[in-house]
């Protein structure tokens, strides 16, 4: 029977990280709908081939993101803190993801998230030039888009600051999230460089994801970073002006529903970068 002729409640499944904050929020939506709870598909049984869903379930696809093991799989790093590994994440879990939805055809499940609209929503060079192809209003960007300027080194990130003049720009791995490997790069006269960055290097030139923004002064500071974070792609995006207000800077992180604003969250901070864990 088709799930439009049954009476039934609809069967949901959901594949992420059982006990994660936004595996425990879905449900907790699901039961509050009166709905039973969604089975939840790990993503550790997907990255080990064991995709597996039901006649007529309807996927939901959440961050693999809050476990270690699954971070460990995904980008080979040794510390869930790194930074590097973020090109070989992408490859990983996009390909995870066309797992998920074969499986989900052939089980005759409906899947909510198509794999291409994940592939695009999670490289931000991809995603800012669909945003700016629906005529959203997005900072001017030499390298979105799928013919977007490639990005090999602080010389390239040099020279596309001079040539779009954009003294100041957001320096950001392609495939990065929670300001990881950020960098706000700004350049003044005498051909000084600066910036503020979320990256600590260790002595071995490792990078790792800190809590506590810090300020690189020189140039071959601000380049020994983006040259160790450009192997896995870069975007750069032309860093605009937030509103401030008693020394901190404020932007808002809005989300839309069918055309109509649903969620609010105000984000300030002293930093150029907003994030909450921040």
């Avoid at 020394?247 to 994030?275: E, K």
Wanted: glycine share 8%; with cysteine; charged share 25%.
């Amino acid at each position: 029977m088709s799930r439009s002729a049954s009476s039934g409640p609809p069967r949901l499944a959901v594949v992420g990280n059982p006990g994660s904050r936004r595996v425990s929020l879905f449900q907790d939506a699901v039961t509050s709908a009166g709905l039973p709870e969604a089975r939840t598909v790990p993503w550790l049984d997907v990255l080990r081939g064991g995709a597996r869903f039901l006649p007529g379930e309807t996927v939901r696809i959440e961050s693999p993101g809050e476990d270690a093991e699954v971070d460990r799989l995904l980008r080979a790093a040794d510390d869930p803190t790194r930074v590097e590994g973020s090109a070989l994440w992408y490859a990983r879990f996009t390909a995870a993801v066309r797992e998920v939805a074969r499986a989900a055809r052939e089980a005759g499940a409906l899947l909510l998230d198509g794999p291409a609209d994940i592939a695009a929503l999670f490289d931000k060079r991809l995603c800012h030039g669909v945003l700016d192809a629906a005529g959203v209003p997005v900072p001017a960007s030499p390298t979105s888009g799928p013919a977007g300027a490639p990005v090999c080194g602080w010389d390239d990130v040099r020279d596309l600051m001079a040539a779009h003049r954009m003294p100041r720009v957001f320096v950001k791995p392609a495939h990065g999230s929670s300001a990881s490997g950020v960098l706000a790069v700004e350049t003044a006269g005498g051909g000084r460089v600066r910036a503020a960055t979320s990256v600590e290097r260790d002595p071995a030139g490792r990078l790792y994801n800190s809590l506590r923004v810090r300020r690189c002064t020189t140039e071959r500071e601000v380049a020994a970073v983006i040259d160790a974070l450009a192997p896995d792609g870069l975007h750069i995006e032309r860093w605009l002006p937030k509103a401030t207000q008693r020394g901190r800077a404020a932007d808002l992180r809005v989300v839309v529903v069918a055309g109509r604003a649903t969620h609010a969250v105000v984000r300030t901070s002293a930093s150029p970068m907003t994030n909450l864990h921040l």
